[in-house]
């Protein structure tokens, strides 16, 4: 099955500053990769996807790059806000087959934006 | 539209006991799946259907147990509760054959005495 490891766990930044989350997946037959947001004691939201024909896709201060032939990806989050401070995961979906839709999560990272 | 719900919020449960956590959708999503999350582990997948009447296991399927006989609803039994299923479950659900993602559920946060 897919196996999908995310880089750091833990990431504190200042107010204002750049922040990267790394996710690598094993199975190059998945084909879409979106990156949830969990506040504390929420639940994981989607903030943004891109799919396998895609290299980047942006939405304001988020961005994600797909790397096909290296298997990995990453969230780019610009300008930070404390109220980015959550915990990020990344995840992967294999395509086709009997495994068609089902999402398999990174281990997350625990942002702290410092004001 | 209430989307993904879940009942109930918080439950704790001693030893041996069963239960049935609840989840329900309403926006026609033909796949719904259960996930229980663990501190540093993310979310793992415990059972997924991809329609009535269609089930399959997930990565961490032992203990539990699950059933579709609609589309809108996905019960999660736990049929002899331990100490190791202490965590918060949630319930997923999206559209088949196409990359959307997923709406969650609330959670449920389970605690087993």
């Known amino acids: 099955g897919e196996n999908v490891e995310q880089h750091p766990s833990t990431l504190s930044v200042q107010e204002g500053d750049s922040a990267v989350i790394k996710c690598t997946y094993s199975d190059s037959a998945s084909n879409y990769f979106p990156w949830y947001k969990q506040e504390l004691g929420k639940r994981p939201q989607l903030i943004i996807d891109i799919r396998s024909n895609v290299g980047e896709k942006k939405d304001q201060r988020i961005a994600v790059t797909l790397n096909k032939t290296a298997k990995h990806f990453s969230l780019h989050i610009t300008e930070t806000q404390p109220e980015d401070s959550a915990v990020y995961f990344c995840?992967?979906?294999?395509?086709?087959?009997?495994?068609?839709?089902?999402?398999?999560f990174g281990q997350g990272t625990i942002l702290t934006v410092h004001p | 539209n209430a989307g993904v719900t879940q009942t109930p919020k918080f439950q704790v449960l001693k030893t041996g006991q069963s239960m049935t956590l609840q989840c329900a959708q309403d926006m026609n999503h033909e796949y719904m799946s259960w996930y229980r999350q663990d501190p540093g582990m993310g979310l793992r997948l415990i059972h997924y259907s991809v329609g009535a009447g269609i089930t399959d296991q997930g990565e961490v399927p032992n203990g539990y147990n699950v059933s579709r006989s609609t589309t809108e609803d996905f019960p999660l039994r736990l049929l002899s509760a331990a100490p190791s299923q202490t965590s918060v479950y949630f319930c997923?659900?999206?559209?088949?054959?196409?990359?959307?993602?997923?709406?969650f559920g609330s959670g449920t946060r389970l605690t087993v005495v």
């Open positions: 997923a659900s999206r559209y088949t054959g196409q990359d959307y993602g997923y709406t």
């Open positions: 995840a992967a979906k294999l395509g086709g087959g009997t495994s068609y839709g089902k999402l398999t």
